[in-house]
């Protein structure tokens, strides 16, 4: 019996087997990787049970990421100390802030104004008037007079 040798052909790394390992071999370690990495991320290794996933993306990440212009937490504060003292203490922090940081110079009139309006609404308009000073342009007592008009 004489075979045929013709037709045979070597095979050296063309065959469709050959290309699945290689793709395989290329992709796996990639997947195994990623898999791994993940399942890390979702292991709860700070020991709250109120928050056990991880996330980049996380909402709260970057709610607190936000920072607040200075002078938006100078009005809060100030807003804040004139409800819980009196309106005098909040303007003369006012003018110490100010004199401390320059750069507040020009939000001054737009704080004042805003503590005016809080002063009426807490004492009424002639006890507000009484606390006026003439921190910023006097726009503390502009603020008053504005709210009671």
Not at 49 to 55: F, K
């Amino acid at each position: 019996m004489k075979h045929s040798t013709t037709n045979q052909r070597t095979r050296r790394g063309r065959g469709p087997a050959r290309r699945i390992g290689r793709t395989l071999a290329l992709v796996l370690p990639v997947v195994l990787v990623l898999s791994g990495t993940l399942a890390v991320t979702r292991v709860n290794w700070s020991g709250n049970s109120s928050d056990s996933v991880l996330t980049a993306s996380s909402s709260d990440v970057s709610s607190r990421a936000v920072s607040r212009a200075p002078q938006d937490v100078l009005r809060d504060r100030l807003l804040l100390e004139l409800q819980e003292k009196n309106p005098g203490v909040a303007l003369t922090h006012l003018q110490e802030a100010v004199n401390g940081r320059p750069s507040l110079a020009k939000h001054c009139v737009s704080i004042a104004r805003a503590l005016g309006r809080a002063a009426v609404r807490a004492y009424g308009p002639t006890r507000a008037q009484a606390f006026a000073r003439p921190v910023c342009d006097t726009s503390f007592a502009s603020g008053v007079a504005a709210t009671h008009i």
